[in-house]
């Protein structure tokens, strides 16, 4: 029986829609959340994915203002327009786009932010509490794959899952939420020996490694649970002028052995924005002492 495909697309838009109710009742309250997006550089792709955010950001009520800097912004000028961030009763959210341009510390940007800010769970702080179980501001890709992971499966106890990818951005926060879900737990990456075997053993298989349709039909245990995290655009076939969007799993083949699985685009992706925007909501609501309603 071939694979359930899990709507990334549709659960991004319910959530959003839900997100949306709550700004309304907050804005009612004074409370506008606020989020700023900086991007250094000209990185297409980042571009289109920065404009997407910003639209998704008004169109549930919130404020969104992108920075547009030039890649040759120094480090200085960097700090100094987080600084003002930081300082802006308005702003609840900062999220700084990676990969940074050369010359520029990813580890010094972002050690930058005010960590109340910090809506891509990247500062050391957010890391460290989601480490130790306390709450904390969760990286958004790592959040979205574990709210349609619930969604399939429900309780999440005694999964053996594997994680492809150790970034500070998926890989390793993934892991974390994973096992605190009470998942057996594996990290895999670049230098992990035998990958086939190890994905073959996965109940949920997470795949964020960059590689396209690198995770083959055979490597899936027949009924697991697929999330395909990696956004990989192929060469343009001849006569094309963009090639088309793939995933690091080979979907045609995975979807006929898999339970359930996510398509590339329209799985992952819509929700990493959904959850942009409900942690800048969370973000405020914890700035301005507000109790959430509901639980996200
Ligand atoms: N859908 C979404 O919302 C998002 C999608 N993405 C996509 O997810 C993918 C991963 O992103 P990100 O984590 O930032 O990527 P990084 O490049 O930062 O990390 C990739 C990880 O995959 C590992 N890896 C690379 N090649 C292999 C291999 N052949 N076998 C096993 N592991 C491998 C690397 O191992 P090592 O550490 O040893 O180098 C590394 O840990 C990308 O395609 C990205 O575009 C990312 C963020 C959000
Ligand atoms: N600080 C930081 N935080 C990030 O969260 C972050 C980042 N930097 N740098 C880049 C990656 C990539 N990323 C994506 C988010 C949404 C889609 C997305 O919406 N994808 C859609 C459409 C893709 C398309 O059509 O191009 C989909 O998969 O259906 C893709 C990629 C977040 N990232
Ligand atoms: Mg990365």
Not at 32 to 52: F, H, N, T, W
Not at 68 to 75: G, N, V, W
Not at 116 to 127: E, I, M, Q, Y
Request: glycine share 12%; aromatic share 2%.
């Amino acid at each position: 029986m071939p694979a359930h495909i899990i709507d990334g697309k549709a659960f991004s838009a319910g959530l959003r829609a839900r997100l949306a109710d709550e700004v309304k009742g907050l804005a009612g309250r004074g409370l506008v959340p606020g989020l700023a997006v900086i991007l250094v550089g000209e990185d297409p792709a980042s571009q289109v994915y920065v404009r997407s955010k910003e639209r998704m950001a008004r169109e549930a009520g919130m404020a969104s203002t992108t920075y547009r800097l030039p890649a040759e912004t120094t480090q200085a000028e960097l700090d100094a327009l987080i600084g003002r961030l930081n300082a802006d009763e308005a702003v609840h959210g900062i999220l700084v786009q990676l990969p940074l341009p050369a010359g520029l510390d990813p580890h010094r940007v972002v050690e930058a932010i005010d960590p109340a800010k910090d809506v891509d769970g990247l500062h050391p702080v957010s890391v460290g509490n989601l480490a130790s179980g306390a709450p904390a501001l969760v990286p958004c890709t790592p959040k979205g794959c574990m709210m349609l992971l619930r969604d399939v499966l429900g309780d999440l106890t005694g999964a053996r899952a594997l994680v492809v990818g150790r970034s500070n951005l998926m890989g390793k926060p993934m892991g974390q939420l994973l096992l605190a879900a009470n998942c057996t737990v594996t990290v895999a990456h670049s230098r992990t020996r035998d990958l086939a075997e190890e994905c073959r053993r996965a109940d949920i298989l997470v795949a964020a490694a960059g590689r396209p349709l690198m995770v083959k039909g055979d490597w899936i245990k027949p009924g697991a649970t697929v999330i395909d995290v990696g956004i990989n655009r192929l060469p343009p076939e001849p006569g094309q002028e963009k090639g088309r969007l793939v995933g690091d799993v080979d979907f045609d083949a995975a979807k006929e052995v898999a339970g359930a699985i996510t398509p590339v685009p329209g799985g992952v992706g819509p929700m990493t924005i959904a959850c942009l925007l409900d942690n800048t909501v969370e973000a405020a609501c914890r700035m301005a002492g507000v109790e959430r309603g509901r639980d996200a």
